[in-house]
């Protein structure tokens, strides 16, 4: 089983759309925790950190349960600038830091 | 502010070269992490360097290796080419927390190496 798992997708949504991708995690260890957008061919970037409290970044939504432990972000009104692979990160208090295969999303007109 | 910057940008070699790929982190930043995407899969951990030193490695052959600089940047180098090493290397650096962690990692625009 891998330390950090995604469904792959691929997500295909229309413009407008509501959709959410869940990313779950097994060390219990671990700290801190990330949601990436990496676009074809780029490097990955920072989309938003995930707090336990939850947090929100205009029209995107990340949630952490360390219980059941898995993360989640949420998309709302999807763009079509939307359409990337967003990785979902999970780092321990050792410095190790492992990163999900991704979820593919298209945002279609 | 200047981001995280990886030369060459492209690199060809052949079967057994040997292959050296820099990067230069963030300003301010310890640590230096190094990640190979092989074209269509996701991110595989290869080295962290912070202050230095080797803290961490994943799960490649010992013909992956690196350092780091005094001046915190860092060298990947892979020794005896295969044709499954060809992929993006992506640099990314970050602070380096302690007991707490690492913090966000901002990442460079890769070297994409193809070996022939």
């Known amino acids: 089983r891998k330390e950090v798992e995604q469904d792959p997708g691929p997500f295909n949504v229309p413009e407008g759309a509501t959709v959410a991708f869940n990313c779950t995690y097994s060390?219990?260890?671990?700290?801190?925790f990330f949601w990436y957008r990496q676009d074809c061919r780029k490097e990955p970037k920072l989309l938003m950190s995930?707090?336990?409290s939850g947090n929100e970044d205009g029209r995107f939504t990340a949630q952490l349960n360390r219980a059941s432990q898995y993360i989640s972000l949420l998309i709302r009104d999807s763009k079509l600038s939307d359409s990337a692979t967003y990785l979902c990160?999970?780092?321990?208090?050792?410095?190790?830091?492992?990163f999900g295969d991704g979820t593919t999303l298209t945002v279609k007109p | 502010e200047a981001g995280v910057t990886q030369s060459p940008t492209h690199l060809i070699k052949t079967r057994g070269q040997q292959a050296t790929l820099r990067c230069s982190p963030i300003?301010?930043?310890?640590?230096v992490y190094w990640y190979q995407q092989a074209l269509g899969l996701g991110l595989q951990f290869l080295l962290w360097?912070?202050?230095?030193?080797?803290?961490n490695r994943g799960n490649f052959p010992p013909r992956f290796s690196g350092r780091q600089f005094p001046n915190y940047s860092s060298e990947l180098n892979v020794n005896a080419l295969e044709l499954e090493d060809s992929a993006l290397y992506l640099c990314?650096?970050?602070?380096?927390?302690?007991?707490?962690?690492?913090?966000?990692?901002?990442f460079g625009p890769g070297t994409r190496l193809t070996v022939l």
């Open positions: 990160v999970v780092n321990t208090n050792a410095g190790k830091s492992t």
């Open positions: 990314a650096s970050s602070l380096y927390l302690g007991a707490r962690g690492t913090d966000t990692q901002y």
């Open positions: 060390n219990s260890a671990s700290q801190s």
């Open positions: 360097y912070d202050e230095g030193e080797e803290r």
């Open positions: 995930v707090y336990s």
């Open positions: 300003s301010g930043h310890t640590s």
